[in-house]
């Protein structure tokens, strides 16, 4: 057996030792316990030449050995740091979301609300022509529109009422069709309809006669709540009176057409409720709400209001 140096650590060993150089060894499978890592240590020292000295204990044991590369770190990516930033701050994030989540309750809950109801009402029916004509027996009413219990009218106790709906009722005087009130768009007398425009209106009354208009002397405006124009309510919207007199030999009577800005629907804020022309910009479209027929034939003794003679 001869011995041999290691030309890396400079080591002596036997060259019939498989696993060859000590040094060269403890690098491959790096065990080996301490003892043995500094008797490697101090052959390669003296085989350098290298005087034996006394070491430290906090001197590394392993002069030769190669170092182990260090792991990379990988880059955290966006949600990561997201997710460190909202640890980090938790609090302060989960107000945050509170607040906003607060607000947006707020504004779903106080937001203006528009429910579409037209004011006057349309209709695709077609309307019925109402064949009953001022100063008509009450016997004419009950075969035209049926029978009724009539009723009596505050303040006014000559008349009877005989009402067929909320907005169709006609009025009998001494057994005499005195007023006939129509606020329903499937009902039409003469042409005379609800619900159409004034340009409509004042077509069919000028087949009667000469139209005339009663008109206040200044026609308020709508006003501008969460971008519609609106009135206060239904009942507040400006009147204005398109009139026709017939007088013999034509007939003796009178009709009254009532105009109002036609709405949209009815919007819902603050807890108010306003009558809503449209969003925006929208302009007046004046349309008929309700109409009356009037008789002026003399029905009775003592009769202020006849014009003509029976």
Not at 6 to 34: F, L, M, Q, V
Not at 126 to 145: C, D, G, I, M, T
Request: charged content about 25%; proline content about 10%; aromatic content about 4%.
């Amino acid at each position: 057996m001869g011995l041999v140096r290691c030309p890396t650590h400079k080591i002596p060993y036997n060259e019939d030792n498989p696993r060859g150089c000590p040094a060269c060894a403890s690098e491959r499978d790096a065990s080996g316990d301490d003892a043995a890592i500094r008797e490697l240590q101090r052959a390669s020292r003296i085989a350098r030449g290298v005087e034996d000295a006394p070491r430290g204990a906090d001197e590394p044991l392993i002069e030769f050995l190669t170092p182990q590369p260090e792991q990379p770190v990988p880059e955290p990516t966006r949600l990561q740091r997201a997710g460190r930033v909202i640890r980090r701050y938790r609090y302060l994030v989960g107000s945050s979301v509170v607040i906003v989540l607060l607000l947006a309750a707020f504004y779903m809950l106080n937001r203006p609300e528009f429910v579409a109801a037209p004011d006057p009402p349309l209709t695709d029916v077609e309307p019925r022509p109402l064949a009953l004509q001022p100063n008509a027996a009450v016997s004419a009413l009950a075969e035209l529109l049926g029978p009724r219990q009539p009723v009596a009218i505050p303040g006014r106790p000559e008349l009877a009422r005989y009402s067929y709906g909320e907005r169709l009722s006609v009025d009998v005087r001494n057994g005499r069709v005195q007023v006939i009130n129509v606020g329903v768009a499937n009902r039409s007398w003469r042409g005379v309809l609800v619900g159409v425009s004034e340009n409509a209106v004042r077509g069919a009354l000028a087949l009667l006669g000469e139209v005339q208009e009663e008109r206040p002397d200044q026609v308020r405006g709508p006003s501008t709540v969460a971008g519609h124009r609106v009135y206060p309510s239904l009942e507040e919207r400006p009147t204005r009176v398109l009139s026709v007199t017939v007088r013999p030999p034509n007939g003796c009577f009178d009709v009254e057409v009532t105009l109002r800005p036609r709405v949209a629907g009815i919007l819902l804020h603050d807890d108010m409720r306003y009558a809503s022309l449209g969003r925006g910009d929208i302009s007046i479209e004046w349309a008929s709400t309700e109409y009356r027929v009037i008789n002026r034939m003399l029905v009775g003794a003592g009769s202020s209001t006849a014009t003509c003679p029976p």
